[in-house]
C-alpha cells in the first residue's frame, strides 16, 4: 500500500511535469539518482538545463514548502546534477539552474482517505533560481 507522503509527492511530480512542459521545457528525466541523491526533474528549454525540486506540503501554517530545503539537501542537489552532466556531456555548455516548485495546500489533507489533490485548494508557487553553485 503506498503511504499518503508517497502520493502526494508523486501527484506532485507529476504536475510539476505537465506545468513545466506548458512552459515549453523537454522533458529529460524523472526521478534522477546518484550516490548523493535524487533530482526529482530534469527539464531544458534552448540551452538551459534545468534541475527541479518538487515540494508539497498539506497543511502551510507548519511551514512553506520551499523552506524545508536545507543547505544539506542543495548541496545534494548539486552534487546530483554534476554528475547527470557527466554522464551526459552534451549538456555541459548548457546554462544550469535550479528550481523549485512547491504545492501549498491551505487545508490539512485526510491521510486515511484516497485522495484527489487536484480538486483540493493549493497554491502553486515557482522559484526561478532558488539556489546556486555558491
Given amino acids: 500500500m503506498i503511504t499518503f507522503t508517497k502520493q502526494l509527492g508523486q501527484w506532485a511530480e507529476q504536475q510539476a511535469k505537465i506545468f513545466l512542459e506548458q512552459q515549453s521545457f523537454v522533458f529529460l528525466k524523472q526521478n534522477y539518482h546518484s550516490r548523493y541523491g535524487e533530482i526529482d526533474l530534469i527539464v531544458c528549454r534552448n540551452q538551459e538545463l534545468i534541475f527541479v525540486e518538487v515540494k508539497a506540503r498539506s497543511m502551510t501554517s507548519y511551514g512553506r514548502a520551499q523552506e524545508v530545503i536545507s543547505r544539506s539537501k542543495q548541496k545534494k542537489i548539486i552534487q546530483t546534477a554534476m554528475s547527470f552532466i557527466s554522464q551526459h556531456p552534451v549538456y555541459e555548455n548548457y546554462y544550469c539552474r535550479f528550481d523549485v516548485i512547491c504545492f501549498n495546500f491551505s487545508t490539512q489533507i485526510a491521510k486515511k482517505v484516497q485522495q484527489d489533490f487536484y480538486k ?14 555558491d
Fill in 120 to 133: 483540493l485548494p493549493y497554491d502553486l508557487e515557482w522559484i526561478e533560481n532558488a539556489f546556486t553553485l
